[in-house]
């Protein structure tokens, strides 16, 4: 079974400060990746997906991910962070063994962004 | 067509009641998928269509539950006899029949069980 884990459940960085967001996936089969990050009481929005070829990701609001398979990983990363960062994010594998494709979600990371 | 469209965005009902949530996929996608989210998590998966055929339904989906989508359209999930720990965002996603094509999500209805 797929699964996916996001080491730290809140994180905080200053505004023009690196964000680093970090996902760690299992998988049995070349994975489908995706972040999507959620507004308050608003749905899930796509910021980038990986499926294949490049490994390196790049996304909406200047995020980009990498697709690392020797470390399992799938971190998040952007520059600098703006004030319009904050909010909470989730990765994504999506299961296609049971060919429904459907998305099997860590538990969110929020991210502060401090002035 | 702006999107996946999810009513009524809130719900407050008491224990022991019915509730009916409705969704409206993006026009062309054929898959439809509910999740559920309760604070402090990711979303669940709760159950899949392809057009009108119920695929596949998670363990979460107690028989109080219930999903349809007549004619492969706007979809709805209905539970009987809300419980308090039936209080979560439902999500609405849908997708495009390529296999790597990403699901669009609703923004949600909030179901609060008084």
């Known amino acids: 079974a797929q699964s996916v884990t996001q080491l730290g459940s809140h994180v905080s960085v200053s505004e023009g400060a690196l964000v680093l967001l970090r996902c760690n996936y299992s998988?049995?089969?070349?994975?489908?990746l995706f972040w999507y990050v959620q507004y308050p009481n608003q749905g899930l929005q796509l910021l980038l997906k990986?499926?294949?070829?490049?490994?390196l990701v790049k996304g909406i609001n200047g995020f980009e991910a990498e697709f690392k398979k020797s470390e399992t990983s799938f971190h998040l990363t952007k520059p600098s962070a703006h004030m319009s960062d904050a909010a909470e994010y989730f990765c994504?594998?999506?299961?296609?063994?049971?060919?429904?494709?459907?998305?099997?979600f860590g538990t969110g990371t929020r991210l502060k962004v401090l002035a | 067509d702006t999107g996946v469209s999810q009513d009524p965005r809130h719900k407050i009902t008491k224990r022991g009641q019915n509730v009916t949530f409705r969704c409206d996929p993006i026009?062309?996608?054929?898959?439809l998928y509910w999740y559920r989210q309760t604070l402090g998590q990711g979303p669940e998966f709760l159950t899949y269509?392809?057009?009108?055929?119920?695929?596949?339904k998670s363990r979460l989906l107690s028989d109080r539950f219930s999903a349809e989508r007549p004619k492969g359209s706007f979809s709805t999930l209905e539970i009987q006899r809300t419980e308090q720990g039936d209080s979560a965002m439902y999500l609405c996603?849908?997708?495009?029949?390529?296999?790597?094509?990403?699901?669009?999500f609703g923004q949600g209805t909030r179901l609060t069980v008084v």
């Open positions: 990986y499926t294949t070829g490049a490994t």
């Open positions: 026009s062309e996608h054929n898959r």
């Open positions: 269509f392809q057009n009108e055929a119920q695929l596949e």
């Open positions: 994504a594998v999506s299961e296609r063994a049971s060919g429904t494709y459907k998305y099997i």
């Open positions: 998988s049995s089969v070349p994975p489908y």
């Open positions: 996603a849908s997708s495009l029949p390529t296999t790597r094509d990403e699901a669009f």
